[in-house]
């Protein structure tokens, strides 16, 4: 794999935060009001229950606990926390704590997968919830006390699932994998939406294009892009990608919803993506091995350099052979050279010589060789 494909894996991983920064204007202008598991809820489980229908593949074993945690993390907890921040905080003033989520997931990939983040990645990380909160936070944002609860504790959902995701791997089919999180998420979303919210809100034609696209594009597709990126990415560089879904929202905003970007905004909006582009070149040569490694491309198996490209030379990969003295039949005990005797390079023994002069040549070996055998 070369650059440019290193390049379009994390484009393609950064579809999922690119939708998820659409939800801000298709709650607020298309969806009905006040109801976030339920929104929560229809966006996961039909997405969910597709998947696993066309994959027919269940858990097995220790995967049915494994499968509902990273469910609960990455689907139930997160849609549902994301919703209610998106429904009390108005513009993309949830999308700040989002922003700390790089910051996060080093701190828990360092205790749980030994990652340790460099200075460039923390650094990184502070650039990028500068820059999102120079973007999101204007004069007239207001802190509602539960939209910020649930904005805090929705990205530390989302980087717990992030870290498990790469620590314990996944056992089956992109497909499967994602379709039995967004089954048992939605699972757990839909008697909840029931038990807090009551009925099922009434469903105009805007609502069902609402739904259409969180399900199909924000969900479906994103998620599917989503843990193949997490499968691929070292857990500090996927952690940057979710700062493109402020970035989207507020210029969304600005674009549909005629909101005004200031010349401050405009600076959070370089150094917030300037922050998710230093993100990726931090772990460029470790997304290259990780690629080889998940495509069965052949690496070198150095765990000191995991980096390295393997040599294209057929004895690259074979064992030097330990050398040996071979030892050199005679014919008889006489056969030694005598101590001071000389000998010419490029002289060959003859048939009339005596054995006691015998001298060693340079030449190639003489059929006496293939008649001692």
């Known amino acids: 794999m ?23 204007v298709v709650t607020t202008e298309l969806l009905p009001p006040d109801r976030p598991l339920f929104t929560a809820a229809v966006r996961t489980l039909p997405a969910g ?19 509902t945690v990273l469910a609960l993390l990455n689907i139930a907890a997160f849609q549902a926390l994301l919703f209610v921040s998106a429904y009390r905080l108005p513009g993309g003033v949830a999308a700040t ?24 990645q923390l650094a990184s990380g502070v650039a990028g919830l500068i820059g999102v909160g120079l973007v999101v936070l204007g004069p007239a944002a207001s802190l509602d006390p539960v939209g910020v609860a649930a904005g805090a504790l929705g990205v530390l959902a989302m980087a717990l699932g992030t870290v498990l995701v790469r620590r314990w791997g996944r056992p089956v089919g992109l497909l499967a994998y994602t379709g039995w999180q967004l089954a048992i998420g939605g699972l757990v979303l839909a008697p909840l939406s029931l038990l807090v919210e009551g009925a099922p809100p009434a469903v105009d034609a805007a609502a069902v294009w609402g739904y259409l696209w969180l ?67 931090a772990e460029a040569p470790v997304l290259l091995t990780r690629w080889r490694a ?24 074979r064992p030097t052979p330990r050398p040996s003295t071979p030892s050199v039949p005679t014919s008889s005990p006489s056969t030694r050279v005598p101590r001071g005797s000389s000998a ?16 060693a040549s340079t030449a190639p ?3 006496e060789v293939s008649c001692r055998r």
């Not at 560089?237 to 402020?246: D, K, V």
């Not at 491309?297 to 004895?315: E, F, G, M, Y």
């Open 2 to 24: 070369n650059r440019s494909s290193a390049v379009a894996t994390a484009l393609l991983t950064g579809v999922g935060p690119v939708t998820w920064g659409t939800t801000y």
């Open 49 to 67: 229950l597709l998947l696993v229908a066309f994959a027919r593949t269940l858990p097995k074993g220790r995967w049915w606990w494994r499968a």
């Open 97 to 120: 704590f989002g922003a700390a989520g790089p910051l996060v997931v080093a701190g828990l990939a360092a205790w749980l997968l030994a990652e340790r983040a460099t200075g460039w």
């Open 215 to 281: 399900g199909g594009v924000g969900t479906l597709v994103a998620y599917v892009l989503w843990f193949r990126g997490l499968a691929l990415l070292p857990a500090g560089q996927a952690a940057f990608l979710p700062l493109l879904s402020p970035v989207v929202a507020t210029l969304l905003g600005w674009l549909v919803l005629a909101e005004t970007l200031t010349p401050v905004q405009a600076a959070g909006f370089v150094l917030a993506l300037g922050a998710i582009a230093a993100g990726q070149r």
């Open 294 to 317: 998940w495509t069965g491309v052949a690496t070198s198996t150095s765990p000191r350099s995991p980096t390295d490209v393997p040599s294209s030379s057929p004895t690259a990969e």
């Open 344 to 359: 010419t390079s490029g002289s060959l023994p003859t048939a009339t010589s005596s054995a006691s002069t015998t001298v």
């Open 365 to 367: 070996p003489t059929p």
